[in-house]
């Protein structure tokens, strides 16, 4: 029996090379993963559609069983590409939008942005937002890799919810200054099961080995299930 893999979607400004510490954590646990790089983070082109496409073509290119896992709005197109797919075993949302069909980024909190506006930028906070407990030196590092993000990917409407046909997995970061814990509480509500971190927004650069450890026991209960 082929143990289930792993697939990881970044969030907004993010890229692959975010989750290289937890990768290493899994694959010390002897867990296979993979990462995917959004088309949204890559130019203002790019939405919803283009980047669920590349999440399918991951999903799809693994020949087993996978858990499907998106970060902060990484959980908008991991929604829209799982619905349908027949290898997913299960949904994990970390700190992630965890929407409905018909629902955006943007009309999820209650915001707009100028109809012209290609590209998110930064704010100057983002140390605090999004790395409070990464080790300065490693947060510093992932500032100097951001990118603005789409635009239009935060104003497209989802299409489509596959967790409303896959089990899922909320994990809400506690200490988040991103996404506040309390919305992610009211995200949750539509996940079969809530798991907590004690970690701001990116624990997979804060506590790489304990969200490992975690994802590694989600991902063994699929194996027995499978």
Known sequence: MSQVEIVLVHGAW??????????????????????????SASGPAFGVDADAKVVREAVDSVSGSVLLLGHSYGGIPVSQAAAGAQNIARLVYLAAFQLDEGSSLLSSVGAELPADQESVPLGDDTIDRFYADVPADLARDAVSRLRPHSAQSWRDKQSTAGWRDIPSTYVLCEQDKAIRAEFQAELARRADEVRRLDASHSPFLSMPAELAAMLDEIASAADDAS
């Open 14 to 39: 993010h890229g692959s090379w975010c989750w290289e510490p937890l990768r290493v954590e899994l694959a010390a646990l002897g867990r296979r993963s993979h990462a995917v790089d959004l088309p």
